[in-house]
Antibody, heavy 118, light 108 residues
Framework: EVRLVESGGGLVQPGGSLRLSCVVS????????MNWVRQAPGRGLEWVSYISSSSSHMYYADSVKGRFTISRDSAKNTLFLQMNGLGAEDTAVYYC???????????WGQGTLVTVSA | SYVLTQPPSVSVAPEKTARITCEGN??????VHWYQQKPGQAPAVVIYHDSDRPPAIPERFSGSHSGNTATLTIARVEAGDEADYYCQVWDSTTNLWVFGGGTKLTVL
């Protein structure tokens, strides 16, 4: 069974940092591209970042470029999102998602909530 | 940047057909994916690669696109189909994934 489990969310002050993790199981992690997607309260989905299977390519939404860094550790079956310079606009549920054969996001975690507030 | 436009809401009676549109410049040249999200749950793909269905998704769900519009069609709508639906494409020009704003499907 494919599973993705996010952690690391919580309350952080504006300007602060947070590191999200996504531990996966049930598939060969090193063979798949991965993504982070977020959803602000009551809002729609926003793609945040992508990393290729070999970590050779990373892409970011304009809203987070220069502040967020995506990475992965295949030995630990874990995807990461390092978030720096957080602002209120970053408050959201953050999901990790696996890229399927056609680029669709075929499996998602349950999400972790990040709240940026003083 | 590439923009996908969806109607904020669609309402349909049970057993009728719901059509949710997703407009984007020359979207027919892109591979479109559709997601269903129920309250408190993570999104789940219902249509990928324009018109393919994951094994667990009923045949009532179908996808199509032409010109500047992609359409998710749900036939014989059931109460359990009530959810938010999002379209998604990859913009190869900018190397960015783009989601539509989402459509809330209400079953009357």
């Amino acid at each position: 069974e494919v599973r993705l489990v996010e952690s690391g969310g919580g309350l952080v002050q504006p300007g602060g940092s947070l590191r999200l993790s996504c531990v996966v199981s049930g598939f060969t992690f090193r063979s798949y591209e991965m993504n982070w997607v977020r959803q602000a309260p009551g809002r729609g989905l926003e793609w945040v970042s992508y990393i290729s299977s070999s970590s050779s390519h990373m892409y970011y939404a304009d809203s987070v470029k220069g502040r967020f860094t995506i990475s992965r550790d295949s030995a630990k079956n874990t995807l990461f999102l390092q978030m720096n310079g957080l602002g209120a606009e970053d408050t959201a549920v953050y999901y990790c998602a696996r890229s399927g054969t056609y680029g669709d996001f075929d499996y998602w975690g349950q999400g972790t909530l990040v709240t940026v507030s003083a | 940047s590439y923009v996908l436009t969806q109607p904020p809401s669609v309402s349909v009676a049970p057993e009728k057909t719901a059509r949710i549109t997703c407009e984007g410049n020359n979207i027919r040249s892109k591979s479109v994916h559709w997601y269903q999200q129920k309250p408190g749950q993570a999104p789940a793909v219902v249509i990928y690669h324009d018109s393919d269905r994951p094994p667990a998704i009923p045949e009532r769900f179908s996808g199509s696109h032409s010109g500047n519009t992609a359409t998710l069609t749900i036939a014989r709508v059931e109460a359990g189909d009530e959810a938010d639906y999002y379209c998604q494409v990859w913009d190869s020009t900018t190397n960015l994934w783009v989601f539509g704003g989402g459509t809330k499907l209400t079953v009357l």
